[in-house]
């Protein structure tokens, strides 16, 4: 079995491997249930966004898990990061949730939290993964796990939303918000207004169908129109489970990840609560380095991926890190990224320093920068080919010191991602789509 069940968002973990099936699902609760149960686990929750098949895998996942004989909580439509922070509260042994995040709503996938809200560790996954290998096994009748739904989830998790900014105030701000349609729909908005905002909801109607279509933080758009057109002071939007942020000015122009992290970190900085440096990926704008920089704040940079991202900030003991699509961290608030979260650390910053988030997010200009995929069936060895290497000598003269350059197979599709940046865009745009012909004829 690949680890993709175990924290790859979509119902496809990598190039060619077959859709999740009911079957599988069901299997894979009850293999869960019996590993956990092994190690004296006796609850296990459940989560999901709002897309269509969450109903029926949430389904097989109960009825494997109480075959196991271990009693499950159903939590119904819950961003993930509430489910990771529910784990801990409720005392159970594991949390799962069911969602694509920022896939469209024909994706779905599995993740699993341990009971610290954070990934299961390797030994219990390990577990699981050779249970899958047997044949399912029913406990007795009179041990069958019980089921039960959490009725009071969704207020839980808004007082913990609440509770990680004490004391802020949004009274006389206006706020539109874009939950994507998915699983936050019925938490942020009411967050943001019992804190006092003025708050403007779209894409907050699901219907199972319109998880992430044309809205979210993967396609604001439509934010950004409605923020000028309300004539709003800030707007934000989530992904599909809510674990991903980006915002816009009042003049509908947006603020990545990149910037955020970097309002985030300042803030902390400036009150001696930053314990530490930043973490960002390789993808993280280089702007963001030169501005963390400019504060002495250490700056480290992880592979893709918010595993990566936690992982350095475990080895360093630091507390916040990021990526640019919005997965922030606060390890201090939360033990997983969440939007909602990053939101409030945020706007809390930008009430301290008396600041429009235009004014503040030009304090960290983003450097130009071009990304191109390119597809080919080839994504190991081009590296060596002596085209690449001389684009990618003649592409690092030009930038010198003023840029850099990334190029990244990606672990899902089959291409490669060319990414060049700098400060002077016409450059950057050039060098990029040059390296990015040296790699398609290595790749093709």
């Known amino acids: 079995m690949s680890r993709k069940y175990f924290g790859t968002d979509g119902i496809r973990g990598t190039v060619g491997e077959p859709p999740i099936t009911p079957d599988f699902v069901l299997k894979l609760g009850w293999a869960a249930g019996r590993v956990l149960a092994a190690h004296g686990g006796s609850k296990i929750l459940i989560g999901k966004d ?22 499950v909580r ?14 801990r509260t409720l005392h159970a042994q594991a949390g799962i949730v069911i969602s694509a995040s920022h896939n469209a709503y024909t994706d779905n996938g599995i993740k699993f939290f341990g009971d610290n809200g954070r990934k299961l560790s390797d030994k219990i996954e390990a577990e699981i993964e ?5 044949p399912i096994s029913v406990v007795a009748t009179d041990r069958l796990g019980k089921v039960r739904r959490i009725d009071d989830a969704r207020g839980r998790y808004i007082e913990f939303c609440k509770s990680t900014t004490p004391g802020l105030n949004l009274h006389g701000l206006k706020i539109v918000v874009d939950t994507a349609n998915g699983a936050a729909y019925h938490i942020t908005p009411d967050v943001l207004e019992e804190l006092g905002a003025e708050v403007v909801a779209i894409a907050n109607q699901p219907n199972g169908f319109n998880i992430n279509l044309d809205c979210g933080s993967t396609k604001p758009e439509a934010l950004c129109r409605r923020v000028v057109a309300e004539g709003a002071d800030l707007g ?3 992904d599909g489970d809510a674990d991903r942020l980006i915002m816009v000015d009042d003049q509908g122009a947006l603020v990545d990840g990149d910037q955020l992290l970097y309002l985030i970190a300042r ?31 250490p700056f480290a940079r992880a592979k893709v991926g918010d595993r990566y991202v936690m992982e350095q900030l475990d080895q360093r003991g630091w507390l916040l890190g990021g990526e640019s699509s919005g997965h922030l961290v606060c390890l201090d608030r939360t033990s997983t990224g969440d939007g909602t979260v990053a939101a409030l650390q945020v ?44 684009a990618i000598e003649k592409v690092e003269q030009e930038l010198g010191r003023n840029g850099r350059l990334l190029l990244r197979p990606s672990g899902t599709e089959p291409l490669v991602r060319v990414m060049v940046e700098g400060k002077d865009a016409d450059q950057v745009d050039r060098l990029c789509r040059h390296l990015a012909e040296a790699v398609e004829a290595a790749i093709a």
């Open 267 to 297: 803030d902390r900085q400036r009150r001696n609560l930053l314990n530490g440096g930043v973490v960002g990926t390789l993808m993280s704008n280089l702007g963001l380095e030169l501005a963390l920089q400019d504060m002495n704040i």
């Open 130 to 134: 050779r249970m899958l290998d047997e």
């Open 74 to 87: 159903l939590l119904g439509p819950m961003p993930t990061p509430a489910i990771a922070y529910l784990t």
């Open 50 to 71: 709002t897309r269509i098949s969450g109903y029926m895998f949430e389904s097989a996942l109960e009825a494997g898990i109480s075959a196991a004989g271990v009693d």
């Open 236 to 238: 934000l939007a989530l």
């Open 347 to 390: 706007l809390d910053a930008l009430r301290r320093e008396g600041l429009s988030l235009r004014e503040a997010a030009s304090a960290a200009p983003l450097l130009p920068q071009t990304l191109i995929n390119v597809r080919g069936s080839r994504r190991d060895g081009f590296l060596e080919e002596s085209g690449v290497r001389a």
